[in-house]
C-alpha cells in the first residue's frame, strides 16, 4: 500500500466489520493498531521493559531513560518530551507517540505529513509531525530521505536550479555587453 490515508481507511473499515471493536472511532483503532505493529517490530526490548512489572532500575534499555518513555492506557510506547512544562499544547504532542524510522508505517505518515504541509521542507516537515504528535528518533534523516523520494520537490528543485542557471547567464551577459551600468 503507498498511501497513508488509505492504509488507514481499509483497516478502519475491516475494524468496522468487527463486533467486538464496534465501539470508539474505527480511524483511531486503525492508527493504533499499525503503531502497535510498527513498535512492536522494532523497540520490543523497550516493550517488554515497560511492559514488565518488575522493572526494577538498573537494565533500563537506552531509548527508554534518553527519550523517558512509558506505556499510554492503550499499551502505546510514548515519550514525555522537556514540552510537557507547556499548557498550551495537548497530551499528544506533549507525550508523542514513538515510531521507527525504519519502518513502511513512519515512511506512509511522513510522506503524508510532507502533503499535508504542501511540499514544505524537512523542519517543517518534521515539526508538524511533532505537532501532530509523533515522536521518530533520528526524524529528520528519515524524513530527508523521504523527501528525496518526493517527485513534486524533485521537479520543484530542478526547476529552480534551472531560473537560478537562467538569471546566472542573464546577469554575466549583461555584464560583459553594458559594464557601467552594473
Ligand atoms: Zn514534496
Known amino acids: ?3 497513508y490515508e488509505q492504509l488507514l481507511r481499509i483497516t478502519s473499515y475491516l475494524f468496522k466489520f468487527c463486533s467486538r471493536l464496534k465501539a470508539g472511532n474505527p ?10 505493529i510498527a513498535q512492536k517490530e522494532y523497540f520490543s526490548v523497550e516493550l517488554d521493559f515497560l511492559q514488565s512489572s518488575a522493572n526494577i532500575t538498573n537494565n533500563i534499555p537506552p531509548l527508554v531513560s534518553s527519550l523517558n518513555l512509558f506505556l499510554d492506557l492503550m499499551g502505546i510506547i510514548r515519550s514525555r518530551r522537556r514540552i510537557s512544562k507547556c ?30 504541509i504542501q511540499h514544505l521542507g524537512t523542519g517543517t516537515t518534521v515539526n508538524y509531525l511533532r ?5 521518530i528518533p533520528r526524524g529528520r534523516s528519515a524524513v530527508k530521505t523521504e523527501l528525496s523520494s518526493c ?10 536550479l534551472k531560473i537560478e542557471h537562467s538569471t546566472m547567464v542573464v ?9 557601467n551600468l552594473l
Open 1 to 3: 500500500m503507498s498511501n
Open 27 to 36: 480511524k483511531k483503532k486503525a492508527l493504533k493498531y499499525w503503531v502497535k
Open 151 to 160: 517527485n513534486i520537490c524533485r521537479k520543484y528543485t530542478a526547476f529552480k
Open 87 to 116: 499548557l498550551y499544547f495537548d497530551f499528544d504532542v506533549h507525550n508523542p507517540i514513538l515510531l521507527p524510522k525504519e519502518h513502511r508505517f513512519t515512511s506512509l505518515l511522513i510522506k503524508h505529513c510532507h502533503l499535508k
Open 131 to 135: 505537532e501532530q504528535g509523533f515522536w
Open 171 to 179: 546577469r554575466k551577459t549583461l555584464q560583459h555587453n553594458s559594464p
